[in-house]
């Protein structure tokens, strides 16, 4: 295992584009991030706007029709790096990341569970895969994992279909299958999102007690404010299918640096909010990226765009104050990256 801290993961200009009649729809857009080994990064964004299709593309599960390029590099502790966008996905070096070194908790285990099978026999499958050929080991290791994830009677559950169960305790069995192979890096789609928020709460419990005893990296991908201050140590957001700003948590909910993350901020209802006073919202809508335009995609709602820079140059996501990234041009040190240092002497 790598020392806390080192880089586990790390994207480099992901761009995925699937072809569609109507043209390139472009679901990740240059996408750069970095998952440290022990650490959670935040993955947060209105739907639509590219977070499912990145994870995705860590696995190499998104769609037949998406073209993938850019860098996806896998580290290791005594070994040279994995670029998974080269893998073949039937290459067995990927097989062995995507359930092994890399596990996904996704967004409703309702439909990601088989509904033929019983949870033993989806659960042992992936010990026997990953961890042991012996089958009675592999029972034994699937109940043990039931039971750290809180599930009563694991034995007896071993049996059970996945309609027995209720919503949570799905998801607890989910995330049980997720890390019975004891992953080093955990994607977590949205674990929560159907869930009551008692049961929500012991779901972010477990995965931070779980993450603290195995040492993993998590991406946990959520449009929830909320639940990602909770459980992120970093934050990026993404907006039609770009990051546009990343930062550590505390530093991203104390002074959001990009006008789509404040507008994020603004719409959370909030208690003690006096009676009649409307909810802020974001104006417009998310456009869909097909055939993108070289510009910023917030442009349109933006309450702070500059006219004709925001909407004929595309802005860097560059650091705006230490460790603080943002893609906007309101900042000097976005519009200089972009090279349009004279338009910003002119508008600052």
């Keep these: 295992m790598l020392p806390a801290g080192e880089p586990l993961l790390e994207v480099k200009d992901l761009r995925v584009v699937l072809p569609l009649m109507e043209g390139n729809l472009v679901a990740a857009d240059g996408v750069n991030f970095t998952i440290q080994q022990g650490r959670t990064l935040g993955l947060v964004g209105e739907s639509g706007c590219g977070k499912t299709m990145t994870a995705q593309s860590i696995l190499k599960i998104s769609p037949k029709i998406a073209r993938t390029t850019g860098e996806?590099?896998?580290?290791?502790?005594?070994?040279?790096?994995?670029?998974?966008?080269?893998?073949?996905?039937?290459?067995?070096?990927?097989?062995?990341?995507?359930?092994?070194?890399?596990?996904?908790?996704?967004?409703?285990?309702?439909?990601?569970?088989?509904?033929?099978?019983?949870?033993?026999?989806?659960?042992?499958?992936?010990?026997?895969?990953?961890?042991?050929?012996?089958?009675?080991?592999?029972?034994?290791?699937?109940?043990?994992m039931l039971a750290k994830v809180g599930i009563p009677a694991?034995?007896?559950?071993?049996r059970k279909y996945p309609h027995h169960l209720s919503g949570g305790m799905r998801q607890r069995?989910?995330?049980?299958?997720?890390?019975?192979?004891?992953?080093?890096?955990?994607?977590?789609?949205e674990p929560t999102t159907a869930l009551d928020v008692t049961v929500q709460a012991q779901v972010?419990?477990?995965?931070?007690?779980?993450?603290?005893?195995?040492?993993?990296?998590?991406?946990?991908?959520s449009h929830d404010?909320?639940?990602i201050a909770r459980m992120a140590d970093d934050v990026a957001v993404m907006y039609m299918g770009s990051i546009v700003e990343?930062?550590?948590?505390?530093?991203?909910?104390?002074?959001?640096?990009?006008?789509?993350?404040?507008?994020?901020?603004?719409?959370?209802?909030?208690?003690?909010?006096?009676?009649?006073e409307p909810l802020q919202s974001i104006g417009g809508n998310v456009p869909i990226p097909i055939n993108k335009p070289r510009a910023c995609g917030f442009f349109p709602r933006c309450p702070v765009a500059i006219s004709g820079i925001c909407d004929r140059a595309v802005p860097p996501l560059v650091d705006v104050a230490t460790g603080h990234k943002s893609a906007c041009f309101k900042y000097p040190e976005v519009l200089a990256a972009a090279g349009l240092a004279q338009e910003a002497a002119h508008v600052h």
């Design 204 to 221: 972010l419990r477990l995965m931070r007690d779980l993450q603290r005893d195995l040492g993993m990296a998590i991406l946990y991908i």
């Design 246 to 276: 990343q930062a550590p948590v505390r530093d991203l909910f104390r002074a959001p640096k990009h006008p789509y993350t404040r507008g994020l901020m603004a719409s959370v209802p909030r208690i003690g909010k006096r009676s009649g």
């Design 225 to 227: 404010l909320g639940v």
């Design 154 to 158: 694991p034995a007896e559950t071993l």
């Design 72 to 144: 996806i590099l896998l580290h290791y502790p005594d070994k040279p790096s994995t670029d998974i966008v080269g893998l073949g996905k039937e290459d067995r070096e990927l097989l062995s990341i995507r359930g092994g070194e890399c596990a996904m908790i996704f967004q409703e285990p309702m439909t990601s569970f088989s509904p033929v099978h019983t949870i033993g026999n989806q659960l042992i499958e992936a010990v026997l895969l990953h961890r042991t050929r012996d089958k009675h080991q592999a029972r034994e290791i699937a109940i043990g």
């Design 173 to 189: 069995a989910m995330i049980a299958m997720a890390l019975a192979s004891q992953p080093r890096l955990l994607i977590a789609d």
